[in-house]
């Protein structure tokens, strides 16, 4: 599957079906083997997918009924990765990270910021709650510099709380964070 503007709105569809994360989806996809086959799936196909239901497959058709209007909001979204100089990337790119396509449930879209680069291999992701104590904010601060000191490349979604404290960590240490 090649990254390109039609692969990401696609994608970006099935995603915001309610109902649809990873796991379903890598099954639809195996089950149809290409985006296309399975946007043009009919009730009946998509019901014989493992986990579909009744309900799930009308919330799919529903969605690809209504493609025009989510492409016009996801060409605003890729106005605004770009604008941030933000690029993403899905899980059949060759960039995709490799220690990440092994994890249970692996992103379908990376959004990222920079470069991606061998050393990012040796990374650590540190998430938490928004609403962290102060301790819990020093720690996830120093735990993210120490890492940086040490090369090793912190993945943050950026939320508030144990998130942004730990970038800031490794962007102060001069380290060079994922987002």
Same mark, same amino acid.
């Not at 890729?78 to 490799?98: A, G, H, R, V």
């Given at each position: 599957m090649k990254d390109n503007l039609e692969t990401f709105i696609k994608l970006r569809i099935l995603l915001d079906v309610d109902g649809i994360g990873p796991g379903k989806l890598f099954n639809l996809l195996s089950k149809f083997n290409s985006l296309d086959n399975l #946007?043009?799936? &009919? %009730?009946? $196909?998509?019901?014989? @997918?493992?986990? #579909?239901s009744q309900t799930l497959a009308n919330k799919i058709l529903k969605k690809f009924d209504e493609f025009k209007n989510f492409q016009n909001q996801i060409e605003i979204e =890729?106005? $605004? /990765? !770009?604008?941030?100089?933000?690029?993403? #990337?899905? %899980?059949? +790119?060759?960039?995709?990270?490799?220690n990440l396509k092994n994890i249970?449930?692996?992103?379908?879209?990376?959004?990222?910021?920079? &470069? /991606?680069? !061998?050393?990012?291999? /040796?990374? =650590?992701? =540190? @998430?938490?709650?928004?609403?962290?104590?102060?301790?819990?904010?020093k720690i996830a601060y120093d735990f993210s510099r120490n890492l940086s000191e040490q090369d090793i490349t912190v993945v943050s979604g950026l939320a508030r709380g #144990?998130? +942004? +404290?730990?970038h800031w960590g490794a962007v102060e240490n001069n380290g060079k964070p994922l987002q």
């Open positions: #946007i043009n799936a &009919n %009730f009946n $196909q998509l019901q014989m @997918v493992d986990g #579909i =890729i106005t $605004q /990765l !770009e604008k941030n100089n933000c690029k993403w #990337i899905s %899980f059949w +790119s060759n960039e995709y990270p490799s249970f449930a692996p992103p379908i879209i990376l959004y990222y910021k920079g &470069n /991606l680069s !061998e050393k990012d291999k /040796l990374s =650590i992701a =540190i @998430v938490g709650t928004r609403m962290p104590t102060n301790y819990g904010k #144990i998130d +942004s +404290s730990a």
